[in-house]
């Protein structure tokens, strides 16, 4: 084990990511997909643990696919990965004019619909080059990709991709977080008919959630992201993956206040009993949600402690009441093996995704293990 810590030299938080937690859940991903392939999903800054340990740490695990969403992503991912095995496909598609870049930085882009699958094809033509490009299929989603009758007209004229060569015929689940979801088999099946007709192409179906659904989803290749990082793929099943982040805060002040005294902005929480309180460095600016005042757990070692009040900006406050004298600790856990992000995620209202990608930047991070 090699930890190394990064960011503010001086910070009372820790976050600490466990890369090889990381690479587990990679193996564990590969295993379930097999015969199918893998490929990984470290858009966002690798969900917010940071791209480059995030991306080395896979591809030391046997990754040679990734999927980033923004083109500046896939740009700083090449650098980080320069090597010639890998290869890097940027989700969000091909704007007007950035062919260049794509073929500059050996990326592979994500043709979303019939006219950016003629840009390539025009761009690949001119330069006599088969380069590679994902074509992306709406099966139901309805947000990216190519609409059905774009399909038709792509699987009716091959000569419209004749000039490139087509590595992904991919899609995107909706619902597949929801395993009794109609719209699952709905897609599944639409997505066949995608796959029977571009044979050519290596074909990719499901994210995490859907990787669970069973082998008839997982097609060629999977193509997973949150499930690396430790989030649950879906919320009826006990979590599979080994959780990768604890947040753990210094205490900066423990006080004891009188009964009815209120407790920090709108004096939003008024106390019942003499209290116990412990304040510690996280707050909305660090990606710790304000909607999680008066909700929040965290835990003292092994003893669980309410947030109480308002989240500030910088600060969060707890009731450690009820922490006998003798386990009274320096530091909180406020995501850890006891509450973990998901956990955190329920209490704000919202998916462990979204807890992940704001974790902020006034954290010291600690990487535990992997490929630094
Ligand atoms: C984000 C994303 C993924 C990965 O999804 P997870 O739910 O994090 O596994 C896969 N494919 C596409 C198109 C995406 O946008």
Request: charged share 20%; glycine share 8%.
């Amino acid at each position: 084990m090699n930890p190394a810590s990064y960011g503010p030299t001086h910070a009372t938080t820790l976050l600490t990511i466990d890369l090889d937690a990381i690479a587990d859940n990679f193996l564990k991903l590969k295993k379930i997909a097999a015969p199918a392939g893998i490929s990984a999903v470290v858009k966002a800054n690798g969900y917010g643990l940071g791209i480059a340990p995030v991306a080395r740490t896979l591809h030391g695990a046997g990754c040679r696919t990734f999927f980033v969403a923004h083109l500046d992503e896939g740009i700083c991912l090449r650098k980080i990965l320069p090597y010639g095995d890998t290869e890097i496909g940027v989700l969000n598609g091909l704007m007007p004019g950035a062919e260049e870049v794509y073929e500059e930085h050996t990326l592979l882009p994500t043709l979303n619909d019939l006219g950016q699958v003629e840009q390539w094809n025009a761009y690949c033509a001119r330069k006599n080059n088969m380069l590679p490009a994902s074509i992306h299929f709406d099966t139901g989603m309805t947000r990216l990709g190519l609409p059905c009758y774009e399909a038709e007209m792509l699987f009716s004229d091959p000569s419209r991709r004749a000039a490139f060569k087509t590595r992904f015929a991919m899609s995107h689940m909706a619902c597949a977080d929801m395993p009794r979801h109609p719209q699952n088999t709905e897609q599944r099946e639409r997505f066949r008919i995608v796959a029977d007709r571009m044979k050519d192409a290596t074909a990719m179906l499901s994210a995490s959630s859907a990787t669970f659904l069973g082998s008839d989803w997982h097609f060629d290749m999977i193509r997973p992201g949150v499930a690396l990082f430790g989030v649950a793929p879906n919320a009826e099943r006990p979590n599979p993956m080994r959780s990768v982040v604890t947040l753990t805060s210094k205490i900066l002040q423990l006080q004891h206040v009188d009964a009815d005294t209120g407790v920090g902005y709108g004096a939003a929480y008024r106390t019942g009993r003499p209290t116990r309180l412990a304040t510690v460095a996280v707050g909305y600016a660090d990606g710790y949600l304000r909607c999680l005042g008066n909700r929040a757990k965290a835990y003292m070692g092994r003893h669980e402690v309410p947030v109480v009040g308002r989240i500030s900006m910088d600060l969060v406050t707890i009731d450690v009441t009820d922490v006998p004298e003798e386990d009274i600790l320096e530091h909180i856990d406020l995501i850890g093996p006891r509450h973990t992000v998901d956990d955190l995620a329920a209490e704000a209202g919202t998916i462990g995704y979204e807890i992940l990608t704001l974790l902020g930047h006034r954290y010291a991070r600690h990487y535990i293990g992997g490929v630094q």
